[in-house]
């Protein structure tokens, strides 16, 4: 499979990675911008073995300078641990 072509004057940038932060894998991301150009990273993130079953927490991460700059770690916004 090809690569896709790049955007010029678009940086890539992993904001969820697997194995980094305390989770083995994250899945489902998505991107909003606020009416006041915040965005807003999030994604699912498992600890254990990626499993659907598998207890989940969803991560947001936030840049308020157009996406060059990301919370560092960012935050957990909800949890299906019992912990």
Known sequence: ?????????????????????????????????????TLLAYCEARKEKGYDGDPVDILLRRSTDGGRLYDVGGFTICSTRNS
């Open 1 to 37: 499979m090809s690569r896709p072509a790049a955007i010029p004057g678009v940086e890539k940038q992993d904001l969820f990675e697997a194995r980094v932060g305390g989770y083995t894998t994250y899945r489902i991301p998505g991107l909003i911008i606020t009416g006041r150009g």
